[in-house]
Nanobody, 128 residues
Framework: QVHLVQSGGGSVQPGGSLRLACERS????????IAWLRQVPGKEREGVAA?????TTIIADSVKGRFTASKEKNILYLQMNNLKPDDTGMYYC????????????????????????WGQGTQVTVSS
């Protein structure tokens, strides 16, 4: 099993920054990647970023240039800069049973269909 425990999140004003963390334990993820997905009210859960064991990342167009994924040992990070009100939602990390090269070819709305273990989620609220 893969276990994911999240920390971070909170409430910020537009233009602010937050960093989310996801601590992984269990099996290595050589053959899968860790993805960040968000649940925005009224919309389906969508992928925003992913990172594989080699540190290669993909960033969804919706957050490109503002969000960055990284890792340090067994901790995955999602750095969120220049946050906008539309970024408000519940953010999850998840183990996705696809290599990054295949995940990249899916739409962000499809990522959730390939997720296995999920973190507990953390709320991000962006408002003035």
């Amino acid at each position: 099993q893969v276990h994911l425990v999240q920390s971070g999140g909170g409430s910020v004003q537009p233009g602010g920054s937050l960093r989310l963390a996801c601590e992984r334990s269990g099996y290595s993820y050589r053959d899968y990647c860790i993805a960040w997905l968000r649940q925005v009210p009224g919309k389906e859960r969508e992928g925003v970023a992913a990172i594989d064991a080699d540190g290669t990342t993909i960033i969804a167009d919706s957050v490109k240039g503002r969000f960055t994924a990284s890792k340090e040992k067994n901790i995955l990070y999602l750095q969120m800069n220049n946050l906008k009100p539309d970024d408000t939602g519940m953010y999850y990390c998840a183990a996705v049973g696809l290599p990054l090269v295949r995940l990249r070819r899916l739409s962000p709305e499809e990522w959730r269909n390939h997720a296995g273990a999920w973190g507990q989620g953390t709320q991000v609220t962006v408002s003035s």
